[in-house]
């Protein structure tokens, strides 16, 4: 069945930029959405890509996609320590967008 | 943008009662909203799509009687859970598509519940 894959965890130092990957096993994917959770809150949108576009940027972030390896990455630049939160993949799937969620990884970050 | 409001935000309740979950889109109508759980391991688990106006659609091994969803209006669905048990103790999220883009969810702040 369809299944995305995330590390739990990614430490990094303030300033470094962090690069969260994910990947998933469906190639029929539509879309596919990191969304970033702070501690006790719901869940916030931060960008989506279109899965016949390899790259998007916006500001801090830019997202790769290569859909021949089915590999999604997050790279934030220049982390700050508002960027302590833990950070979802999602692909969806069919006409009705089901979603498939990774299980999230929690980024650290080091002073 | 499209907003989700929650609420409670957390309730602590005692073992055998109901509690019951508000998820209300504010600035726009959502004919289908989604309830989540999420484990302590921050896994997110989809429950149940609430349709307005119908039933339910419960996901695999979720108890129908335990989780009770109403979606009586276009702006409001509600998650009950009947006598709760420890067990039951979890984050409780609601979403909703965005109705300019219907392949994003917008989601609600979360309800913490807690069962002693």
């Known amino acids: 069945g369809e299944d995305v894959e995330q590390s739990l965890f990614l430490s990094v130092r303030e300033g470094d930029s962090s690069v969260i990957n994910c990947t998933y096993t469906d190639s029929s994917s539509t879309y596919l959405y990191w969304y970033k959770q702070e501690p006790g809150a719901g869940l916030q949108l931060l960008t989506y890509?279109?899965?016949n576009m390899d790259m998007k940027q916006d500001q801090r972030l830019t997202v790769l996609l290569n859909k021949k390896d089915k590999h999604l990455s997050l790279r934030i630049a220049d982390t700050q320590t508002g960027d302590s939160a833990i950070y979802f993949c999602?692909?969806?799937?069919?006409?009705?967008?089901?979603?498939?969620w990774g299980a999230g990884t929690k980024l650290i970050i080091k002073p | 943008g499209a907003v989700v409001s929650q609420h409670p935000s957390w309730v602590i309740c005692k073992s055998g009662t109901s509690v019951k979950i508000e998820c209300r889109s504010l600035?726009?109508?959502?004919?289908?909203m989604f309830w989540y759980r999420q484990f302590p391991k921050q896994s997110l688990m989809l429950m149940a799509t609430?349709?307005?106006?119908?039933?339910?659609?419960?996901e695999q091994g979720v108890e129908k009687d335990k989780f009770l969803i109403n979606h009586a209006s276009l702006t409001l669905s509600t998650l009950t859970v009947t006598s709760a048990h420890p067990e039951d103790s979890s984050f409780y999220i609601c979403s909703a598509r965005q109705p300019v883009e219907a392949n994003v969810l917008t989601f609600g702040a979360g309800s913490r519940l807690t069962v002693l």
């Open positions: 609430s349709n307005e106006g119908s039933k339910a659609t419960y």
């Open positions: 600035d726009f109508q959502a004919t289908t």
């Open positions: 999602a692909e969806s799937i069919g006409s009705n967008y089901q979603l498939i």
């Open positions: 890509i279109f899965s």
